[in-house]
């Protein structure tokens, strides 16, 4: 159904696809999270960019559907549901564990013969082979919430306070562990696509070290940013701004 510049998805992947898009920016979120954080880059973007939020199940629109817990189930799944918006110039970009699912389409779309991306774009997130988390997915909740506050700080204290909020939560952030815990990575050739990497100094989950190795994953070119940032800063104007002129 087209509505103007508009063009409804019927797919339950993205909110929507505009037909008058030059470069779709499809966004893998980090664990537990949903497309929220991306929705404020839609201002900051050129408006032919389009911003594409993908949504995972387990969580906002698809809440009510079980979220995947296995790498390659979950990539095979997102390339199938996006399928038909690769039908124009494209770029991937994951934050987090979203990383790591990006790079894992990527190869996914190169061996189904699609187009490839422009840019792959990570965020906060480790090379593929340099993953070196101490695994908490399977640690009762008291504990495993604890863990990632202290490793991320990412709940806020009002969430962490409200069993209902909590009893949403935690279900998709432990299946986004173990999704992140039972990752292994399979070497491949690199991409023939341009890798850019984001990461916070602050961020004690990373170094410079883990995070520039994204290089060798890519036969095309690569830079590095570092931000004075945690590990979240998706509203990093600096952040938005390389993106944007990347996609140019």
Known sequence: MVLGSVTMSASPWLHRLRSDARVRLFCLPAAGGGSTPF???RGWLAPDV???PVLLPGRETRLREPPLTEMSALVSAVADGLGPA???PYALLGYSLGGLIAFELARELRRRGVEPPQRLLVVARSAPDRQEQVAIGHLPDDAFVAALQDRYAALPPQVVADP???????PVLRADFSLLEGYRHVAEAPLEVPIAAWFGTMDRTLTHERVA???HH???AFELHALDAGH???RNARLVRRID????
Not at 164 to 170: C, V
Not at 245 to 248: E, F, Q, T
């Open 39 to 41: 929705l404020p880059w």
């Open 50 to 52: 389009e911003l594409c």
């Open 86 to 88: 690769f039908d124009r």
């Open 164 to 170: 209902e909020m909590m009893e949403i939560f935690l």
């Open 213 to 215: 190795a994204w290089e």
């Open 218 to 220: 890519t036969s095309a």
């Open 232 to 234: 979240f800063f998706q």
């Open 245 to 248: 002129a990347l996609l140019r």
